[in-house]
């Protein structure tokens, strides 16, 4: 069974960085491009960015490119996402999914809430 | 960037009733439509993708259409588990989400 778990989260100040984890299982992590997507409060979803499975490449959404970093180990199996300088607006639910055409498996999501 | 426009943002139907969701794009995506469905205080859930492709596990009853810039959602025989709210997805170019549409029971 695929599972994605996602970690890090949590109440961030403006201006801060924070580093969010998602550790994937039941399924051979290097063999797929992963991706982060977001939900705001109001339910606007938001696709940030992938990386290729040999963590090789990335693309990132053109707003979010100069504060947002995608990285991954395949020996821990583990996707993460670096967030720098976070704004109030940045405040969402952080989904982790494994993609295929496309997000196709979403983990159960991590709460950021960026406020001072 | 390619704009993805859901209608209606609510649905309201009965069960048993067939129920079209719809999603236009700015521009043609040559089929590259997902539809995910988010129950409430759930992660998101593909249902289809690449236009008509039956996600594994997903009930017949949900199935896709469309081309160029039109999409649909069809439910042919709504359950009460069916209640959502469902986005579609586009990853031909930069990808993106639609706002939602949020079907609910009458």
């Known amino acids: 069974e695929v599972q994605l778990v996602e970690s890090g989260g949590g109440l961030v100040q403006p201006g801060a960085s924070l580093k969010l984890s998602c550790v994937a299982s039941g399924f051979t992590f290097s063999d797929y491009w992963m991706s982060w997507v977001r939900q705001t409060p109001g339910k606007t979803m938001e696709w940030i960015g992938d990386?290729?499975?040999?963590?090789?490449?990335?693309n990132y959404a053109p707003s979010l490119k100069n504060r947002f970093t995608i990285s991954r180990d395949n020996a821990k199996s583990t996707l993460y996402l670096q967030m720098s300088n976070v704004r109030s607006e940045d405040t969402a639910t952080y989904y982790c999914t494994r993609e295929y055409y496309g997000p196709h498996y979403w983990g159960q999501g991590v709460m950021v809430t960026v406020s001072s | 960037d390619i704009q993805m426009t859901q209608s209606p943002s609510v649905l309201s139907a009965s069960v048993g009733d067939r129920v079209t969701l719809n999603c236009k794009a700015s521009q043609n995506i040559n089929k590259y439509l997902n539809w995910y469905q988010q129950k409430l205080g759930e992660a998101p859930k593909l249902l289809i993708y690449?236009?008509?492709n039956l996600q594994t596990g997903i009930p017949s009853r949900f199935s896709g259409s469309g081309s160029g810039t039109d999409y649909t959602l069809t439910i042919s025989s709504l359950q009460p588990e069916d209640v959502a709210t469902y986005f579609c997805?586009?990853?031909?170019?930069?990808?993106?989400f639609g706002s939602g549409t949020k079907l609910e029971i009458k």
């Open positions: 690449n236009t008509n």
């Open positions: 997805f586009q990853h031909n170019s930069w990808p993106a």
């Open positions: 990386i290729k499975y040999d963590g090789s490449y990335t």
